[in-house]
């Protein structure tokens, strides 16, 4: 039987200057996820702000976890951050996590259904079209669920990891780059990444 504990909502902030649509989404998203447990993820710069000034007069209690500014100042540094093992031990209390964004619109709680399909991931696919046909890839991370023990888990095996040519082809790099920027360039932010990890400097308890 899935209880409440068994997922967290996980929701990141960047700044304090949300537009209306996106406050209104917010607010209505945490109110109908309401059993479940929730948490603000935020740099560390608005600690005690987003409580104040996005979230007052909302009914519920959630949870504030604060990290360096530097998770949060670009689309690219916020992507790295959902490849750090250290990022789901924060959550390792729980079986999955609901990773939801500021642009997302939550209709109603199928949390549970969900989660008892069993899967790793689950989330919105790109759609590409390469040679006249259409190509589905996954890790789309606006609204998605996750099992937490199966990303920690994935740590413990050795990648090289790499761009993907359809992007690489998106950003106009000549063909014959693809493999510098594929293996030497993307072997090396993985060692990079290993030398620095940059852990949570305040949080709350998870209740």
Known sequence: MIEPRDCVVVLPIYSLTLTSTELLSVRSNFQILSSWPQVVLAPESLSGKIEVELFRGISGSRNYIYL???????????????????????????????????DVVVFTDDIAKWMEKGYSYIGAPWILKEGGQEKYEVGNGGLSLRRI????????????????????????LPRWTHFLFQYAFGFNRWVLSLIHISEPTRRTPIS
């Open 68 to 102: 360096e500014d530097s998770h949060f100042a670009s689309v690219t540094t916020y992507d790295n951050l959902l490849r750090k093992k250290w990022f789901y031990e924060l959550f390792a209390q729980f079986e999955f996590m609901l990773l939801i964004q500021t």
């Open 149 to 172: 023990s199966d990303f920690i888990n994935s740590f413990k095996f050795f990648f090289i990891l790499k761009s993907p040519t359809w992007y690489l082809k998106k950003v106009g």
